[in-house]
């Protein structure tokens, strides 16, 4: 016991030492005529999440009479939530350990159990918006936007067969979604699974609108398709159907930064650099990161604009310098930070424990070096 409690003081001594030493960039130091972005848009961290407050598990005494004791919220009390005229706050607060779940999956590389995870925190939040309501309108439209993204894969030539090859109006009648029923012109693959994810956002955002929990799932949905995307060789369907989550998110909540940032970073790496600036303009606007400054100067960089590129590149070493300068990083990864007195001043094992704690995750980080914490 000794032995690793003196381990334990040392490795926090050299972290402490690193941290005090740690070079820091200020705008002095740089020119913004002649900074040159390195590297690539990147990834946000994967938040506890966004803009919200750790919550614990439901209180059991609140989900009595009702199934799924230990998994978050009912659909009852969703529904007394929702009725209570209190939908997103209390809704999001009930439902984010379903989230977070989906999310620790996710790291684990359980792409498919997160995606089931994220999928029932939707079915959640669209049963206690019927509920409130009396009706089953989102319940259909989940059902409906989650159908047609699978039915989207079968306009996707398998194996050696060619997209010429495929009867889309064939394929279409066997299909529950009603876009291309109308269709009298000649439609083409490509453009039928446009058609089909447009319809699939439109469906998500009705059933998750103004619900916060929801918003993330659908975020999270997107990022595990992400993760799929880069297994498969940046598979096109995959980075279509992470892109249209992150837009259903972005429609059920405006303020969520994280899909505004993803989002741009799928366009930028699929050669849509304008449409990425946009969105990584509004993830600033809502909350301003080294990450999202960065990835701006990446989208400008690619359309010529040299000069804002630079400036913005400039404002990311500088967020990412006073991250360094306050541990923001170190406490991400469950490090948090003490003087040389207070390190003394722990004698016992148990000391340590409640001076180093962990505290939830972010969604910013620095520019460099580009780590993507899903993988």
Known sequence: MRRDWFKARCVLSACLFVGVGAPSVSLAENDTKTLAVHGEAVDADAPTAYRLPLIGLCDPAEEAGVTGQGRGVTVGGLAKLQADGKPAAEVTAQLLPAVQRGYNLAQRGAFFAARTEFIQVLRRI??????????DEHSRELAAGLRAM???DDFVPAGAQLEAELDVKKVASS???????????????????ALYHGYAQEQLSKATVDERAGSMALYGLGRVYSQLAERR???VQCVHSAMTMYCASLDACPDNNLAANELGVLQCRSGQPAEAVTNFVRAINISPSATAYHNLAVAQQKLGLDAQSAANEQESQRLAAMDRSVGALSKRAGINWVTPEELARCSQPSTFGTTATAEPMTASRPAAPPQTPWR
């Open 175 to 193: 299909h529950r979604t009603p876009v291309l029923r109308d269709h009298t012109e000649t439609v083409s693959p490509q453009d039928a699974v």
């Open 126 to 135: 669209a049963q206690a918006k019927d509920a409130a309501a009396n009706t």
């Open 150 to 152: 699978d039915e989207a």
């Open 233 to 235: 060789d940046s598979d």
